[in-house]
RNA sequence: AGCGGGGUAGAGGAGAGGUACCUCGGGAGGCUCAUAACCUCCAGACCCCGGUUCGAUUCCGGGCCCCGCAACCA
């Protein structure tokens, strides 16, 4: 047999200025899959996820509640590791941007960059309105005001910030998106190709401390602070251990391995084009594969406060329970389009396809092997996955591949209508129990393809098939 | 302004030059192993106007509408 290659899957780290969005959730339980997979057939797999932690927006409203920074930020990276609870995730590292060997590797690269002359010093004047605490462009302009501030006047400010020659990589960028396979879906690569086509601007790296002074110092600048890239695109080397690899993490994952990223489609530019050319910069391998998805809306609407359609992925996992959570937003959010979510709509989909779909199909099959098989089935040899599973999932489709073991659900079904083995056990015993073993056995490989997607609803059936015992209910009705 | 995606039964998706499939929901029958579950059958759709074509919902042009991006929203 010979040896896999090594996998490394990230997804992007959320900034924690709130509470976990289900978008995330769906983003990072994508993940989760893929890597319960990618194991289950034989990878080594490193999975990352984490918090972004540093700017100028949380250091304010830890502010504002009285809170250290450090205190604040750890309240969210909690919420965050909570989420990895709720939803049963099996990653390998829970990174921080404010951990030390984070930062250790952000001013590495920074310094990689630097001596490669890809960064330098400029001044740069411009309206800046301190509600965003960001620059503005003449286009964010509404009446001369800030879109997000109208009431606030934006300020004419000069600062001298580092930035980053992203215009050197034009063409390298050019080249590197001109392989198909380095972002999915296919028409996303398209229009990141026509992005930097388009033209690169330097993009600033850094702002005066007295304006930011939650961040990562600038290696050799008292008064600068790193911005956002530099500091949090780095997670994805530095969760491996760059640029030190003691443990040789960074060597087997990402030189040796295959890396894929997952983000939201308005990620683009950040993780396709800027990170990627940081990453050429510092002498890096590029980043193999980055997968974007679509957002979630509900009730046709983007999800807001405001609007109160807000889906808290907690209240998912309190309603459904966390392998129902997980079976709802893997099978039912797009893989790449958006999608949209309601509870009503979820409710419907819980009931149809764990409560009746497989919940009964389990209960039923299991009711008749206990009932008329002497002994448990030998577990069914493990021979590898149907086509359409394992195309689903080397397409980053999860739905279809999900879709694809409950067409399995559907046919064990149908099969035992046809064949009614609770009938056919009066007349021709042997007949029924051919019948009933042969159900167990297929129920065994659904099972076996569950395991990515609910890992522990894999598990209670397959050990309820080995010791030929019919289980709890698997999912309840809900109430009402 | 521009760039990108899209408009298919009540809802969400798939698909193809010869009027269309899947899931959920609705209706009728059947079954009794099962969580009033399951199976079968039925009703129900290709945004509008032109063009190409023997034939378009599918290709082309135009229109209308929706969504995303527009350099820190998952």
Redesign the pocket.
Known sequence: MSEKKARYLT??L??V??DP????A??VLNADALARYWRLIGHEVFFNTGT?EH???LADKADEKGQSRQDYVDHFANEFRKLGEALNLSYDRFIRTTDADHKIAAQAIWKKCLLNGDIYKKKYKGLYCVGD??FL?D??LVDGKCPNHPNMEPQMVEEENYFFA?SKYQDYLKDYLSKEGVVEPE??R??AL??VE????D?SIS?ERSR?DWGIDVPDDENQVM???FD?LTNYISTLGWPEDKDGNFKKFWEEGETTQL????????QS??WQAMLKSAGVKATDKVVY?????SG????SKSLGNTLNPFDLVARYGTEATRYLLLR?V?PF????ITIE?LD??Y???????????????M??AE?HLDEPITRPEAVGFAKEYVEALDNFNI?AAV?YV??KV?EL??R???T????LVKTDKTAAIKIITDLVSDLYIVARMLHPFMPDTSRIIKEAILQNK?PE?????LEG
């Open positions: 997804t992007t959320p900034y200025n709130a969005h289900v978008g995330f769906a983003e972004d700017g100028q927006k605490e960001m462009r286009s964010d992203l028409w996303r398209l229009e026509k992005f388009g033209g690169l601007e993009f702002r930011l911005y956002v890239w949090a983000a939201g489609k308005d990620q683009i530019r950040f084009i800027m998805h679509g957002f979630i809306t046709g609407q983007k999800m039912h797009h389009e958006d999608s949209d709509r419907e989909l009931t149809a396809g764990l409560v009746n779909g497989l919940g009964n199909l389990v209960a039923r099959v009711k008749m009932t739905q879709d409950w067409s559907g079904d149908e035992i209508a046809e009614e083995p609770f009938k019919k209910n698997l999912f309840n009705r």
